[in-house]
């Protein structure tokens, strides 16, 4: 059984031959804890959206943020994931990376995808003025987690999270930034090995 989009009729109508590789067997994220496999070929998928500069290959280690959508009928949501997932694994996802992948600059066939940063420069330097020229952004990566689950945080932007797509505050003591952080690492290893977890994460209210 196979879904007859317009790229694939646009395949059939070129007479292009389509041929089948190990290189594209992943596993995806269906739904929220719902890992199934999928296999990554363009010409299979209708719209790829941002996931093959996020998991260039079966191989690439990652770590993305999802979050529901703007005019999301659900609750806002936000989950994290190792994986490729889809357009519906939350409502309307969103997907903020630790890293992305792009190609090269140049005409040099040789050389590898370039690996970036998706906290962005800006949001570092801002960091490293509050807290201290020591902070790594992957520190702020996990911030950005727990914070996304405060209740505190959840409660005083109901509304605007209905609208729109997070906004991100850093706190004003260092002592706190490190909370959330250390609850966005705990939360983030639960939800990442919920399979083999046996224990509860603690988070910051």
């Known amino acids: ?30 739904r929220p804890f719902c890992k199934q496999h999928l296999y990554a070929q363009s010409e299979w998928i209708e719209s790829f959206s941002l996931s093959p500069k996020l998991f260039p290959n079966a191989d ?5 943020i999802c ?5 999301s009928s659900k609750d806002f949501t936000a ?10 694994t939350i ?14 600059k140049g005409n040099d066939l ?21 807290y201290g020229s020591t902070i790594k952004k992957e520190q702020i990566f996990y911030y950005v987690y727990g914070l996304l689950h ?21 706190v004003s003591e260092y002592d706190t930034f490190k909370a959330f952080e250390k609850a966005g690492r705990d939360l983030a290893e ?9 224990k509860r994460a603690k988070g910051v209210k």
């Open 190 to 198: 639960l939800h990442l090995n919920y399979e083999t977890h046996t």
């Open 91 to 104: 409502e309307k996802n969103q997907m903020f990376p630790l890293y992305y992948w792009e190609e090269p």
């Open 1 to 30: 059984k196979i879904s007859w989009t317009r790229g694939l009729k646009g395949c059939l109508a070129k007479h292009k031959e389509i041929k089948y590789s190990d290189d594209y067997c992943r596993y995806a994220v269906y």
């Open 150 to 170: 405060s209740k505190s945080y959840r409660d005083c932007f109901r509304n605007d999270l209905k609208k729109s797509l997070p906004k991100i505050l850093f």
């Open 67 to 71: 979050v529901s959508g703007s005019g």
């Open 60 to 64: 690439t280690e990652n770590r993305v």
């Open 110 to 130: 040789f050389s590898a995808l370039e690996r970036k940063d998706g906290i962005t420069q800006w949001a570092h330097s801002e960091a490293k003025r509050i």
């Open 79 to 88: 989950l994290m994931t190792d994986s490729m997932t889809g357009l519906d």
